[in-house]
């Protein structure tokens, strides 16, 4: 649907809003929970360079990796691929494979097949494996569970128009690659566009989704459940690593600020800076006492990275000499990974 150019600033300005808004928040969870306050859904699951790298694993990678599995996978010879299935009139071979012929193959090379046709990640179609029916990890299987491998075409218990092994990663991935896009064989399901909103079904009207990615657009298009893009990241995330990459690997370091002397029991400011201002996530501040010449734990503190700047109120109660320690712990962008920070301190004289 065309928009006119003042709906299209206005939805631009919100998008931005609400950017922020989920900005500020996942700092607010960070420091509640001490993880990574970038990388989780609902907006933020997968990154358009992760799911169009179909060149990450060979069929002896995928037949490697499935050899390491609990799952049946790794024994599966199949030939179900949809030969009878007609997709199109105009187009009648737009649903072929290349085994026309009935050869059978093994669950790797379909998977290969599939993923360099369509231009898919074979970790996505792995990571879909896995999340709609635990195929790497589950030892007892059925025809059915095995038929509605990735749940391509199945909106219902009873309804899977692509039954089958073959099927399923061949029109999962079909469909997948063109969700959201134009030119791709398929239904679109909406064109995708920075700022558009998904709905979690589950949840409706409560919770709308933005993702950021035509990738993470797909993904709910294929599943519109916030629960359910969750599981893809996590499942994702345990087996093959970050799946917003790429992402660049830099160093930092920390500084603090801190009075020489304070009284006893009354709070003061503790700020800095982790070197990259870009870097996202908290800071830990270590505290510990001089007691008979060796220091002593005295508890720690946690501060948001807000523009590669940190602040904290501290109050130290006992008379001394006390030591500040303040560690970035790392932290995650789409582009960007920051490890953990060499320490930065400060010497406070407690009177």
Same mark, same amino acid.
């Given at each position: ?132 029916? /635990?195929?790497?990890?589950? =030892? *007892? ?5 095995? @038929? +509605? ?5 199945? !909106? ?68 519109? /459940?916030?629960?359910?893009? =969750? *599981? ?5 995330? @345990? +087996? ?5 990459? !790429? ?73 001394? =000499? ?30």
């Amino acid at each position: 649907m065309q928009k006119s150019v003042w709906h299209a600033a206005s939805q631009l300005n919100y998008l931005r809003g609400r950017l922020f808004a989920a900005f500020c928040a996942a700092l607010v969870l960070f420091a509640l929970s001490g993880g990574s306050a970038f990388a989780a859904p609902p907006n933020r699951v997968l990154s358009d360079e992760v799911f169009r790298d179909f060149d990450s694993m060979s069929a002896a990678d995928i037949q490697a990796y499935l050899d390491k599995q609990p799952g049946p996978l790794k024994k599966l010879v199949t030939s179900d691929y949809d030969t009878t299935i007609t997709l199109s009139a105009s187009r009648p071979n737009v649903n072929l494979t290349p085994d026309t012929d009935g050869v059978k193959k093994r669950a790797s090379l379909i998977i290969w097949e599939a993923c360099q046709q369509w231009h898919v990640n074979p970790k996505v179609m792995l990571t879909m494996l896995q999340k709609e029916q /635990s195929l790497l990890s589950r =030892t *007892s299987v059925t025809k059915t569970t095995i @038929a +509605r491998a990735i749940g391509a075409g199945c !909106p219902g218990g009873a309804t899977n128009r692509y039954p089958g092994f073959g099927n399923q990663m061949w029109h999962g991935a079909m469909r997948l690659d063109g969700y959201g896009e134009t030119g791709k064989v398929g239904p679109t399901f909406g064109l995708y566009r920075p700022g558009m909103n998904v709905w979690d079904i589950y949840k409706h009207p409560q919770v709308k989704v933005y993702p950021y990615s035509v990738a993470t657009y797909k993904l709910y298009v294929y599943n519109p /459940s916030i629960g359910g893009n =969750t *599981s893809f990241w996590n499942i994702y995330k @345990a +087996r093959f690593g970050n799946s917003l990459w !790429p992402a660049v690997t830099r160093s930092t370091s920390t500084r603090i600020s801190a009075p020489s002397s304070v009284k006893a029991g009354r709070t003061f400011g503790v700020s800095g800076r982790v070197t990259d201002p870009a870097a996202p996530g908290g800071v830990t501040i270590y505290q510990s006492r001089l007691v008979g010449g060796k220091w002593r734990s005295a508890g720690s503190a946690r501060a948001a990275v807000v523009n590669g700047r940190f602040t904290c109120s501290l109050k130290l109660t006992k008379k001394g =000499t006390w030591r500040l320690i303040a560690k970035y712990s790392g932290g995650e962008t789409a582009q960007v990974s920051y490890q953990a920070s060499k320490s930065g301190a400060k010497t406070v004289k407690v009177k």
